[in-house]
């Protein structure tokens, strides 16, 4: 139903808090559909990090309502900031 009104931007809040670890893939791939096919910039705000540096090609860290870090998935795994605050010691 989103698609209808040929959006330019897609917003979602947490879209896989609660969901299946098979249907976070399923969703995951929808989203790129969505991007790819129909040229709809995907916002997503989300708190599952492997789904979310799968997904996307850019990445805003926040913390405490400031940008933390920005760059792509492979850049904030590796930023020393993120992992101290989110993805913890490796």
Not at 15 to 39: E, H, Q, Y
Not at 53 to 59: E, Q
């Amino acid at each position: 139903m989103v698609l209808m009104n040929e959006p330019k931007l897609l917003l979602l809040d947490e879209p896989t808090a609660g969901v299946n670890p098979t249907a976070i893939k399923a969703l995951m791939d929808c989203l790129r559909w969505v991007r790819s096919d129909f040229s709809i910039t995907v916002l997503v705000i989300e708190h599952n990090m492997p789904a979310i540096m799968d997904l996307a090609d850019r990445i805003y860290c926040l913390n405490r309502g400031r940008v933390l870090a920005e760059g792509t998935p492979a850049q904030i795994q590796n930023d020393q900031r993120v992992i101290d605050a989110y993805l913890g010691a490796r």
